[in-house]
């Protein structure tokens, strides 16, 4: 997910507003709306965050997020690699132990996060 407040950095924004025509929205009505837009940025991460935290995978959802073959999930999963939850002959895998196992790997934060979006926004 890309951040919009990246491109800005906050602490170069002008502490005065700056000289403009009238038709331009008084710099307290932007910082305000500004914060806003920060405020609820941080609010959707956070509950992505959790949503992904708290969601469980199927095989093959685990095989594209590992970019592995989907029988080689339950290879990982027979070797302690991965943690499945098993309900009768179902099997699903905890987002947060497969996020665990690309953390063990040194995958990027960041590349994690984008795998597993991938997973969810294209089942």
Known sequence: MENITQSIDSSNLPTSPPIRPSEVVPWEAFMKLWNKVIDLERRL????????????????????????????VLT????????????????????????????????????????????FHHP
Do not use: C, F, M
């Open 76 to 119: 990982y999963e027979r070797a302690g690699k991965i943690i499945s939850v098993r309900d009768g002959k179902k099997v699903n895998y905890r987002v947060d132990s497969i996020r665990e196992y690309l953390q063990k790997k040194r995958i990027d934060p960041a590349e994690i996060d984008n795998r597993l979006l991938v997973v």
């Open 45 to 72: 991460e956070r509950d992505e965050k959790l949503r992904l935290t708290n969601t469980l995978l199927t095989p093959r959802q685990v095989a594209r997020v590992l970019n592995i073959h989907p029988t080689t």
